[in-house]
């Protein structure tokens, strides 16, 4: 585990394998809360938040709990138990401190509950068979690639708004075809090898 | 049955048609764009739903007068996790190659915005016959478009159908559609089709009337 | 069977420690709700507005339940509830704010006024401004993409016939349209004036007059005529000033171009139809 070994990890789980365009995700917040840049930035920093806390909690249960205890085949209720819970914590935790980050950042907390994303990024620190600190950073870059992601989804967006788009496919169907496009252009991506 | 509740019949066109969950609902969208590279993956996980989404439902609809409110969404998950832990153990003894494509995705169903709905909607207010059957409709209407968006995209991008080739001898298939590209392409378009069937029907209405 | 057991003891377990660090942590980190507030909220019409200068209808609601702001502060509700409003915060009631509509001061629709190219761009006002003002000639020109009324929350601005026109009922004045017009040539008069000069060109009226079939000309005739002297030409453009307009209406009646409206002009649902109002 060299700092060589954790930037590829960083790089990676950005622009390689993109949390959205390779690895599907967080697709539902994803559709969801694109239209606006302002909301796909608020929605960005709440998942990072969340996500990059919750791998580490999920990790630290994992190895001190449940593999001493021969239990790892329970690891998908364990880690759904931690991470509602652990939201919950977060949402009490900025009302009473942080007042304006919850006015913020409020709303998004229940939704990212029952993402996928956070859940994905825990199992997939387990199936990687990282060790704590590159458990933080793989979600922590997977949560930035995320956010990358919704920004500049969240921007074609509100340009293609504008624009006159046949009656069937205005709204979802207009803004998938979007997100094509862009998977094509992160597909450049694809067989990067890091020389670390 | 009183004479206002809908017939099996029309609770299954409703499923697989008016209110699929994924091309009218939009929910799940998650597991529809990442397994459907082939119509056996895009069933097998169909199928993977559909037998927690009927499990899960019967369980809370059977548990809803003793949850309490305040807690409800917590034990909901919990049971619906449960349930994807032996679906998940049981595909990993019994299908290993539904296992290797699907990977991630088992475990994922317990986030999958279709079942937490379902629970929410239906089955914490319904009887537990009337909740297995709303869970076996909507799960077939999850199979149905996840088995359409994998035939669709193995067609046009592998040539083959459950690995028989069913294109033109000279067909080069166009490997954009069995990739994350394609996947936003073919819902895409679904998507459109299902919405100018609906505009176009409620257009014929509208002029009968 | 001792593995379930073994592993239902265990989740137990866990379960019981995250309940626990949850109801500790609620405890901890309870924050005190203000009721007054809440109920207040509840009165308002929650429609986040900001036309009352506070962000959005539950600040404003907390900041009257603190005394910091009057109970007439919001635009959008009637004298009953102002008095609601008073009750809960113990205070005494007031009148209704003084009501304020907005107001586009520009009547070239597609027949009156020039256009100096064909545009085939984004259908956005911000957008066409910035390819050389716009396409209508008149540079002060309404453009008539719908920028305002997109950005009305009150559906109470819409473009007809090239040109954006206020519904008087439905507008709160919270000044979203004002804001989002990047002509600045809405503005905020009162509710009840009766008379405004739908035209905001900044050119002399020998140039106005090629922009638009009825622009301003800045004749100053409505000024020599006003009794009050309400009206002024300001360069090029005339303007009331609503402080001292009397209604009198004879600013309207000796204009040459006909470009002061008055308020008999609203049709039934309280938008004004240029096209049938222009007696040209």
Known sequence: MTIGSLIG??????????????????????????????????????????????????????TFILVPAGLEYLKTIAFILIIASLVQLIEM??????????????????????????????????????????SIIFSFGSAVGWTMAIVIF?????????????????????ALVTACLIAMAFAGFQGVELPF | MTNNKPTLKARLFEGLFDKNPILVQLLGTCPTLATTTSLQNGFGMGVSAMAVLILSNLLISLLRKFIPKQVRIAAYIVIISGFVTAVELLIKAYLPELDKSLGLFIPLIVVNCIILARAEAYASKNGPVDSMLDGLFMGLGFTFALSLLGAIREILGAGTLLGFNVMWPSYKPMLIFVLPAGAFLTLGCLIAAVNAIQNYAKKKSGGKQ | MSNILYALLWFAVISGVLGLILAFASRLFAVKTDEKAEKIAEILPGANCGGCGYAGCSALAAAISEGKAPVNACNSVSKEQIDAIAAIAGVASASEGKRYRAQVMCSGTNELAQKKYVYAGINDCVSANKLAGGDKLCPNGCIGLGTCAASCKFDAIHIINGVAAVDYEKCRACGACVSACPKGIIQLIPYDAKHWVGC?????????????????????????NCPSGAIKVDGSVASINYDLCTCCGICEQKCPRKIIWSARSQSEEGIIRFKQDLSL
């Open chain 1, 9 to 62: 990890i960083l790089i990676t789980s950005i622009l390689i394998e993109n949390y959205i365009f390779s690895r599907f995700l967080g697709i539902c917040p994803f559709l969801g809360l694109s239209e606006k840049p302002s909301t796909a930035v608020g929605m960005g920093c709440a998942v990072t938040f969340v996500m990059t806390i919750s791998s580490a909690v999920t990790w630290l249960v994992y």
């Open chain 1, 93 to 134: 935790f900025l009302k009473k401190s942080v007042p304006s980050l919850y006015t913020a950042l409020g709303i998004y907390l229940p939704l990212i509950t029952t993402n996928c994303a956070i859940l994905g990024a825990a199992l997939l620190c387990i199936q990687n068979e990282y060790n704590l600190l590159e």
């Open chain 1, 154 to 174: 969240a921007g074609v967006r509100a340009r293609v708004a504008f624009s006159e788009t046949p009656k069937c496919f205005k709204g979802t169907p207009i």
């Open chain 3, 200 to 224: 905001s060109s900044r050119d002399k009226g020998a140039v106005t007059k090629n922009y638009c079939s009825v622009g301003c000309i800045g004749c100053k005739i409505c000024e020599k």
